[in-house]
T-cell receptor, first 116, second 114 residues
Framework: DTAVSQTPKYLVTQMGNDKSIKCEQN?????MYWYKQDSKKFLKIMFS???????INETVPNRFSPKSPDKAHLNLHINSLELGDSAVYFC???????????????FGPGTRLTVL | AQSVTQPDIHITVSEGASLELRCNYS??????LFWYVQSPGQGLQLLLK??????LVQGIKGFEAEFKRSQSSFNLRKPSVHWSDAAEYFC????????????FGAGTTVTVRA
């Protein structure tokens, strides 16, 4: 009964390849996020979707494209992978978008991407 | 813009000793504040959060945090540390009403020695 799940947990690939990471939440939340955690463990938001609508799109290379087929899923597709894309990518979800006492972000276990 | 500073990069504490992790925030309005814990190889787990009301917040695993507006701080404490508390701890602030981002501090690594 995992709340926020991600697949795969580990992803090792060559430079130039295209890869996808999938995220699913079974909490009934409206909002989902992608974060990147770099080698120094710094967490930075990449994207946010609310009811399948893109809300936050940080300064991320356009090689990264999020796709939300429905409210419960937010996938991350990465084209032409580069060495600098190596990181841990976390998916998260929250009940709604914005400021509410119930709005807490719940994180998935992370996907460790290694680009060789 | 909102931001979070965690002044301590690494803290080592003996098992059974008390622990305090510092967090300072910069925010234009009443902040929403969070502490998350990341165990090795794991995702982030919410320890506690502050939205309003009582400035002393109780969380899971015996942790508590105190919001001090005058000091722009939200320090995390635990009276007696267990070896399983060894992890990375992140303080976060946000989101604002017109900026839905959660901003994280750089994290504090806690090592517990026997």
């Amino acid at each position: 009964d995992t709340a926020v799940s991600q697949t795969p947990k580990y992803l090792v690939t060559q430079m130039g390849n295209d890869k996808s990471i999938k995220c699913e939440q079974n909490l009934g939340h409206d909002t989902m996020y992608w974060y990147k955690q770099d080698s120094k463990k710094f967490l930075k938001i990449m994207f946010s979707y609310n009811n399948k609508e893109l809300i936050i799109n940080e300064t991320v290379p356009n090689r990264f494209s999020p796709k939300s087929p429905d409210k419960a899923h937010l996938n991350l597709h990465i084209n032409s992978l580069e060495l600098g894309d190596s990181a841990v990518y976390f998916c998260a979800s929250s009940p709604t978008l914005g400021r509410s006492s119930t709005d807490t972000q719940y994180f998935g276990p992370g996907t460790r991407l290694t680009v060789l | 813009a909102q931001s979070v500073t965690q002044p301590d990069i690494h803290i080592t504490v003996s098992e059974g000793a008390s622990l305090e992790l510092r967090c300072n925030y910069s925010y234009g309005a009443t902040p929403y504040l969070f502490w998350y814990v990341q165990s090795p190889g794991q995702g982030l787990q919410l320890l506690l959060k502050y939205f309003s009301g009582d400035t002393l917040v109780q969380g899971i695993k015996g942790f508590e945090a105190e919001f001090k507006r005058s000091q722009s701080s939200f320090n995390l404490r635990k009276p007696s540390v267990h070896w399983s508390d060894a992890a990375e701890y992140f303080c976060a602030v946000g989101p604002q009403s017109n900026d839905y981002k959660l901003s994280f501090g750089a994290g504090t690594t806690v090592t517990v020695r026997a």
